[in-house]
């Protein structure tokens, strides 16, 4: 069965330092997501991906962000200068559609550390 | 603005009785879905079950069904016949049609325990 991969499972950075997290997104989907859970909190939405640009992005997804789309394959998520607070799982999810009823796929996630 | 709203942070059951996760929401779109994810202890998210805003029917899958009451705005999960690995936290979400990227929106979730 198809599935979304993330690489790696767990990052461990210094704040300030710049850290990309990768995603392999279900290869017939054309939707594809970030979403963040601080421990012990919900899952947050922060930015949304089709034809090669955002087409939506929370107000947590600030100028510290970016995603990119490199080849027909991968999707990544970069923080140019990590805090603390970015601490967090970051999960990729894809989907074929962005309809209402259309279910995305999550990734395992990213546990990212900033020390 | 979309809320999804899930207000038992724990819940206990004993195995193999059946148990209810509430799920409130609240939206000005007519047209949405719902859905339950999983997140066990090792972290992943897996998805349950979907209701879309229009079905007639309560949507079923296995032991999970989804009491959809529209006038009421509530989705909750029923989880039957409960087993050890339901242990978990359960995750109302929602996804409108005209939200612009198709962004699920979660609700804080509820830790099922699941008793022997």
């Known amino acids: 069965e198809p599935e979304v991969t993330q690489t790696p499972s767990h990052q461990v950075t210094q704040m300030g330092q710049e850290v990309i997290l990768r995603c392999v997104p279900i290869s017939n989907h054309l939707y594809f997501y970030w979403y963040r859970q601080i421990l012990g909190q919900k899952v947050e939405f922060l930015v949304s991906f089709y034809n090669n640009e955002i087409s939506e992005k929370s107000e947590i997804f600030d100028d510290q962000f970016s995603v990119e789309r490199p080849d027909g394959s991968n999707f990544t998520l970069k923080i140019r200068s990590t805090k603390l607070e970015d601490s967090a799982m970051y999960f990729c999810?894809?989907?074929?559609?962005?309809?209402?009823?259309?279910?995305?796929?999550f990734g395992p996630g990213t546990r990212l550390t900033v020390l | 603005a979309q809320k999804i709203t899930q207000t038992q942070p724990g819940m206990f059951v004993q195995e193999k009785e059946a148990v209810t996760l509430d799920c409130t929401y609240d939206t000005s779109d007519p047209s949405y879905g719902l859905f339950w994810y999983k997140q066990p202890s090792s972290g992943e998210m897996i998805f349950l079950i979907y209701?879309?805003?229009?079905?007639?029917q309560n949507a079923t899958e296995g032991r999970y069904s989804l009491n959809f009451q529209k006038a009421r705005k509530s989705a909750n999960l029923v989880i039957s016949a409960s087993q050890l690995g339901d242990s978990a936290m359960y995750f109302c979400a929602m996804r409108e049609v005209y939200n612009q990227g198709g962004k699920l929106i979660f609700g804080q979730g509820t830790e099922l325990s699941v008793k022997p």
């Open positions: 209701q879309g805003s229009y079905d007639q």
């Open positions: 999810a894809s989907s074929a559609l962005g309809s209402s009823y259309n279910e995305q796929f």
